[in-house]
């Protein structure tokens, strides 16, 4: 029993994650365009027939710019807060649902909760999805840890955790002050060392992939982040969210073997995935 995960992009460009089973699937967030998602998502060999509902985690333009285009074409859905609505003015709200903190949300054989998060929002919620005894979590756009950041990270089988910055590239970098203080001032984004450290001291040994996601174009380095990581990693892959392109579609599975042949699996893009 699996679940199939893929980061479609990340980053301040637009961010979108997409995780299913056999027969349905979700976006938690839809930040790039309606024609860039159906794209990507043929080139995985991923069916957007699928698709069951987006997820929203806050009203920013990375995260909310395909949503409303996807959802008229597709007829899905749109889950998100009535806070988080209000900044939405494109999305209809006839095609929403409510979204509340710690109310899971059943989608067949789906389980999608939102919790809390420390960003500067109206009301800024991160998710885990959950089926076939698996849960994935999407920690992106969180200014700092928090209790809810620890409790579901320690609960995830796989995860998309934001390593948006460098410490050193972003004092050292052409930002103004500002903008500097709003993404390290606790409500904006976490660095690679901040990342590193919920990694380090929260994971599950039961998680097999970490998706590093949201990297700053102008203050991180991708090859620097993994191999942070890559240093601590030990049975985990980890995986740089592009910016620029989808990732792969991986396979989550229900445990870590302890054998050293173990290698978490990976489907590329081709049109024999009938999967999906």
Known sequence: MSL???????GSNGNCYYIGNNTEA?????????????????????????????????????????????????SLPVYITSSTLKGCCEIKTESTKSLLPYVPVTISGLT??????????????????????????????????????????????????????????LENGNYP??????????NGHLSNKEALEI??????PIMSHLFLSHLSKNNNCPAKAKNLFDEHAGQTKII????????????????????????????FASKQLSLF
Not at 177 to 186: C, Q
Request: glycine share 6%; hydrophobic share 35%.
């Open 177 to 186: 002050y500002f903008l500097k203080k709003r993404i390290r001032g606790g």
């Open 4 to 10: 199939f995960v893929t980061s479609l992009n990340s």
């Open 26 to 74: 979700v976006l938690i967030d839809a930040g790039i365009s309606c024609r860039e998602t159906e794209k990507r998502m043929k080139l995985l060999g991923l069916s957007m027939n699928k698709l069951k509902a987006i997820f929203v985690s806050h009203e920013h333009t990375d995260h909310i710019k395909g949503v409303p285009a996807l959802s008229d074409k597709f």
């Open 112 to 169: 999608i909760t939102a919790f809390p998060k420390k960003h500067d929002a109206e009301d800024p919620h991160s998710f885990t999805i959950s089926g076939n005894g698996i849960t994935v979590g999407v920690f992106t756009d969180i200014g700092s840890s928090c209790k809810h950041v620890i409790e579901n990270f320690g609960q995830c089988n796989a995860a998309f955790l934001e390593a948006n910055y460098d410490e050193d590239l």
């Open 240 to 267: 740089i969210a592009s910016r620029y392109e989808q990732t792969a579609v991986y396979v989550i599975k229900k445990e870590i073997t302890n054998s050293s042949a173990h290698k978490p699996e990976t489907l």
């Open 199 to 204: 990694f380090k001291t929260h994971k599950s």
